[in-house]
Nanobody, 124 residues
Framework: QVQLAESGGGLVQAGDSLSLSCVDS????????MGWFRQTPGAGREFVAS????????YYGNSVPGRFTISRDNAKDTLYLRINSLKPEDTAVYFC?????????????????WGRGTQVTVSS
């Protein structure tokens, strides 16, 4: 059973950097490609990035600038998202998700397991 838990969010200043983590407490993290999404109130989930099962490929959303980097450590069952030079428009709840596809993309329906999210708030 996949159980995802995000951490690392919080209140930060514009220009700061932040690393989000997503830990899978289940036994088969490396069987899944993983993704990050974000959501603001009243909006749908926006695709941020995804990474393949062994971390050999990564895919970023068109609206996500080069300030975002996705990575994973299968030995630690952990997914990461590094965000540099944070801006107020990065404020959102960030979710991690797991897909059975080798490298899932931007469609939320490709993902079968979701974490509960971590709030990132960027003040100007």
């Amino acid at each position: 059973q996949v159980q995802l838990a995000e951490s690392g969010g919080g209140l930060v200043q514009a220009g700061d950097s932040l690393s989000l983590s997503c830990v899978d407490s289940g036994p088969s993290f490396s069987d899944f490609s993983m993704g990050w999404f974000r959501q603001t109130p009243g909006a749908g989930r926006e695709f941020v990035a995804s990474i393949g099962r062994i971390g050999s490929g990564a895919y970023y959303g068109n609206s996500v600038p080069g300030r975002f980097t996705i990575s994973r450590d299968n030995a630690k069952d952990t997914l990461y998202l590094r965000i540099n030079s944070l801006k107020p428009e990065d404020t959102a709840v960030y979710f991690c998700a797991a897909s059975t596809k080798y490298l899932a993309g931007k469609d939320p329906d490709e993902y079968v397991f979701w974490g509960r999210g971590t709030q990132v708030t960027v003040s100007s």
